[in-house]
């Protein structure tokens, strides 16, 4: 900080003495502000933390409002794409600035109910209200946390907290973290993600995997498999054959496989149909073209250790739809043994981009 000096027009008159006690007094001044300043910064930060560490331990209740989408396709009123019939889907926003970044989904059982990760380390809980035909119709209720890492602390570092694929089990939830590649699993209590986790599938831990492009989709076995509890997919880490690395994972042990790559695209979720197969949610970018998605069905007795994935696209769309970077994939099963797909898309925290929530009936 630099206190004016009033300039002298003569010289002659100046009391140079003076003028020296002036300036060390102005010197000690400067000291007492910086110093201030720098205890006034370190305050603040300690305020952050403390309101971190409030925030992970309670959940915080935000507000969301939800726009209704009617259309998949801009402009057309089409609800028929195969396999898949469009049911509805909503827009988000939040003026919560933590919202966003939506990279894990899952609905409970009651399809209403709803737990969240983002690739900030934010565990997100709520609730959704269908209208009569089932069909996305608001968001009742809302609130964010932080996930804690294994010591009980807070991620200090983004290459820690880049949660981006959750899966739950019985009273379990696992995330799965890019960068630092990881799966931890929490106790889930009430819905909520509680307590610090543990680490698990430790040989995920020593996997090469390419930066940023590492884990990405973390789906559980389907009922008719035992041979291995969940298949976890990289987004764009690839095997010597150019294909997109995946692992059965099953206690300590794990065994590669690989998703055939067709063309960019790179893989953002997965999960598995009531029957056994599994449906990958791929996405592609680029500054010409813009965004695509596509729905790869991969026949479950195809999944296997040492095997290369193929399937049939079910779904591809591009601009001409209502798209954005969709992140997440969820299939869950109504009370008329109905099947439906989830998507959600993660904004990046962009104004450029949004938080949308599509769903879809699956026709087998």
Known sequence: MKFLRRKNKRRENVDWPKQVEIAKLQTRLENVVSVNFAKGAVVFALLLVSFSIALAKDPVPIGITAAKILNFKLGEPKDDYGRLKFIGGLELTSDNRQFGGI???????????FIAVTDKGYTINGAFKRDVAGALDDVLL????????PDGNLFTRKRDSDA??????????????????RINSYILANGRISGDPDSVFPKVRLLRLANNKGLEALARSPPNRKDFEFIAIT????????????????????????????????????DFLPNGDLIILERFHSAFSGTEIRLRQIPGE???????????IILEADTNFRIDNFES???TIDENADTFLTLVSDDNFSVLQNTLILEFQYLP
């Open 103 to 113: 990279s894990g989904f899952r609905f409970f059982p009651d399809r209403s109910n």
């Open 142 to 149: 809302a609130d964010i946390a932080l996930l804690p890492d």
């Open 164 to 181: 981006e694929a959750l899966e739950l089990a019985g009273d379990s939830a696992y995330v799965a973290f890019e960068n630092n590649n």
């Open 235 to 270: 987004e764009e880490s690839l095997s010597s054959e150019g294909n997109h690395r995946a692992f059965l994972l099953s206690g300590d042990d794990i065994a590669e496989l690989s998703i055939a790559r067709i063309s960019e695209f790179g893989i953002t979720d997965a």
């Open 302 to 312: 195809t999944i296997m250790p040492g095997a290369v994935l193929y399937g049939d």
């Open 329 to 331: 994939l969820d299939i």
